[in-house]
């Protein structure tokens, strides 16, 4: 049973950091492109960022960009996502991905984490 477990959510004041991390439990995590997605109260998911398998591509949103950092590091099999600057709206539960393909674009993705709260207040 494949399992995604989110961490490092909370609340924040506007212009905080958080870091999350989302810990998977893939025999073999270097083979899979993880993503980051989050949504809102009231929102459709959304796409936030992902890496690839090597971790050598990364891909973001334009809503973070230049605040937010993926990053993984496939010993422990752990992808991380570095928020910086945060804003009220980037407010939503945020949730990890992972699939076996390579290509940044695609939104599709096989596996799910149950997701972490991120509350950034005014």
């Known amino acids: 049973q494949v399992q995604l477990v989110e961490s490092g959510g909370g609340l924040v004041q506007t212009g905080g950091s958080l870091r999350l991390s989302c810990a998977a439990s893939?025999?073999?995590?270097?083979?899979?492109?993880m993503g980051w997605f989050r949504q809102a109260p009231g929102k459709e998911r959304e796409f936030v960022a992902v890496?690839?398998?090597?971790?050598?591509?990364?891909n973001y949103a334009d809503s973070v960009k230049g605040r937010f950092t993926i990053s993984r590091d496939n010993a422990k099999n752990t992808v991380y996502l570095q928020m910086n600057s945060l804003t009220p709206e980037d407010t939503a539960v945020y949730y990890c991905?992972?699939?076996?393909?390579?290509?940044?674009?695609?939104?599709?993705?096989?596996?799910w984490g149950q997701g972490t709260q991120v509350t950034v207040s005014s």
């Open positions: 893939l025999r073999t995590f270097s083979m899979y492109r």
């Open positions: 890496i690839s398998r090597s971790g050598g591509r990364t």
């Open positions: 991905a992972a699939d076996r393909g390579d290509v940044l674009g695609r939104l599709d993705y096989t596996y």
